[in-house]
């Protein structure tokens, strides 16, 4: 019983742990077993998380989002702010803690204003807002955060290849809420929180700080030293709250990966399908073993990552399982209703295979 539980709550973890000890077998632990691991994406990760945290332990975020919010007037302004919002907040602080920050806000709005029918499709747009919000930036998702440093890839390049993906996705997703009727919408509730400046002030200082580390202007060692040190004494519970369920995710893919290219057989394979088209099979990956562990273990097999970088952020949209992000917006959606989950999987699936079939045509024809 513990352990299905454990599996519902973790399974990308849980997955990833049986595919590490299975490579394992193979290739059997060793010292070598340490170049393995990427430390400078698992200290931004960890870093930015942190960081991430504490500004949500101040409710920066939500206090935002709901001033922008109330500026909405009707329910196609307000799934339009709440999918804009997400999509902001994934290039800022990564696409899994964009949605655990707006899925609520989403929910709350919603609920306030009576129109909690529409909240699947607005959850389904904010979950695709986030997987392709993220796409833009190194910090984006984490994903992008691997292959940057894998390949370290000049920052200016990073985004000149996922920019024009990036406009498609924002316009695609202002049509899908633009099908939503033009209700107005009153919100009356009051909100008694209020931001606290100083802990705002240091925290957006850290989080500054943490984007420098990512793009290589201050070593992630020194960061490790700084910034833990001041949320130690500043809010030890940001450093409790952080994701070590997704960095000891990170740490079995890149066991698994590793390990698996070490495998004469796979190399061969993999390598050969690589050179067809490294977009459509980084993509086709991604509908079966997420995008984190597609682009882990594809690097180990081609240079080149502006396919990889282009597959694995397009693949994140597809099936439910193409992205972490997903996962998490499923499993609050089943929360808030129970009962509800087939039809939400099954509009889920159509809304993201839409997107899925545009962004790989065009990025096949144009981006490459």
Known sequence: MILIKLFKKHTV???????????????????????????????????????????????????????IVMLTGNLKMLALSLVYITFIGSLLIANDMALITFLPLGFFALSVTKQEKYMAYVFILQNISANLGGMLTPFGNPQNLYLYSAFN???????????????????MLTLFCLFLPSKKLSINESFPEVLNGRRTALYLALFAMSLLIVFRVIPFWLGLIIIPTI????????????????????????????????????????????????????????????????????????????????????????????????????????????????????????INLIFLAVLTVIAYLFFI
Request: hydrophobic share 55%; aromatic share 12%.
């Open 231 to 350: 949320l130690f004494i500043a809010d030890r519970d940001a450093l409790k709250a952080v994701d070590y369920p997704l960095l000891l995710t990170f740490v079995m893919f890149f066991i698994f990966a590793g390990n698996m290219a070490k495998i004469d057989a796979v190399n061969s394979l993999a390598s050969a399908l690589l050179e067809k088209s490294t977009l459509l099979v980084s993509i086709i990956s991604c509908q079966f073993i997420s995008n984190v562990p597609s682009a882990i273990l594809l690097s180990r097999f081609t240079e080149n990552y502006r396919e990889l970088l282009l597959g694995v952020n397009i693949g994140g949209t597809g099936t439910i399982i193409a992205s972490l992000a997903s996962l998490i917006t499923f499993s609050e959606y089943r929360l808030l209703h129970p009962g509800d989950g087939k039809r939400y999987f099954v509009l889920f699936t159509i």
């Open 13 to 67: 973890l849980c997955i990833a742990t049986l595919a590490a000890i299975i490579t394992a077998f193979f290739i059997p632990p060793s010292l070598e077993y340490i170049e393995y691991f990427d430390f400078n994406t698992l200290s931004c990760l960890f870093l930015t998380l942190a960081v991430v945290c504490a500004l949500r332990n101040i409710k920066f975020f939500t206090i935002l989002a709901r001033r």
């Open 153 to 171: 890839i000049p920052t200016g390049e990073f985004i000149s290849i996922m920019f024009l993906p990036s406009l498609l996705a924002v316009a």
